[in-house]
T-cell receptor
Framework: DTAVSQTPKYLVTQMGNDKSIKCEQN?????MYWYKQDSKKFLKIMFS???????INETVPNRFSPKSPDKAHLNLHINSLELGDSAVYFC?????????FGQGTRLTVV | GEDVEQSLFLSVREGDSSVINCTYT??????LYWYKQEPGAGLQLLTY?????DMKQDQRLTVLLNKKDKHLSLRIADTQTGDSAIYFC???????????FGQGTELSVKP
């Protein structure tokens, strides 16, 4: 049973399109996150939600809008995709010290 | 600001010990972590250490923390080819999930 699952695993789309990535966790954690890993493997936090409320927004362009319908889900919607949005996006959840990551969504904008 | 630095590459022979080093700048870091990322895969939490500890051992893994020098290391004993991966050092405050990552160290294990 996958603890943190993301869909899709791969996403190829054209510039200017709008796309969503979904994330679900079955660990009962209150806090969920989105991280971005660029082509140099550098990982940076984008957003954090605690019990459906946004608590961290790390100066991400407002084309990126997270949505948390309930505390087990945190989806990421991206408008007007740009070439520079190509990256691997990781969802994570935590309750306390340990954070658990999903398998990542590789987004390629062409 | 907060910064975490690691060397980018490490190559060892199978059976040797690997030591991956990390330095960080945030003196208020509460927890320090090591994550492993295999090619095309997600991040796997290997171990973490609370900032008031100086050592933690878990089977083949030993974490050493020098808080004065803000230096963290991960030693993998008897390194195997399956240990080949990218290893990320990360630090956080009291809230475990907001992690500041290093650039990752690519460990290559040669037979």
């Amino acid at each position: 049973d996958t603890a943190v699952s993301q869909t899709p695993k791969y996403l190829v789309t054209q510039m200017g399109n709008d796309k969503s990535i979904k994330c679900e966790q079955n660990l009962g954690h209150d806090t969920m996150y989105w991280y971005k890993q660029d082509s140099k493997k550098f990982l940076k936090i984008m957003f954090s939600y605690n019990n459906k409320e946004l608590i961290i927004n790390e100066t991400v362009p407002n084309r990126f809008s997270p949505k948390s319908p309930d505390k087990a889900h945190l989806n990421l919607h991206i408008n007007s995709l740009e070439l520079g949005d190509s990256a691997v996006y990781f969802c994570a959840s935590s309750q306390g010290v340990e954070a658990f990551f999903g398998q990542g969504t590789r987004l390629t904008v062409v | 600001g907060e910064d975490v630095e690691q060397s980018l590459f490490l190559s060892v022979r199978e059976g040797d010990s690997s030591v991956i080093n990390c330095t960080y700048t945030d003196s208020s870091s509460t927890y320090l972590y090591w994550y492993k990322q295999e090619p095309g895969a997600g991040l796997q939490l290997l171990t973490y250490i609370f900032s008031n500890m100086d050592m933690k051992q878990d089977q083949r893994l030993t974490v050493l923390l020098n808080k004065k020098d803000k230096h963290l290391s991960l030693r993998i004993a008897d390194t195997q080819t399956g240990d080949s991966a990218i290893y990320f050092c990360a630090e956080s405050g009291n809230q475990g999930g907001k992690l500041i990552f290093g650039q990752g160290t690519e460990l290559s294990v040669k037979p």
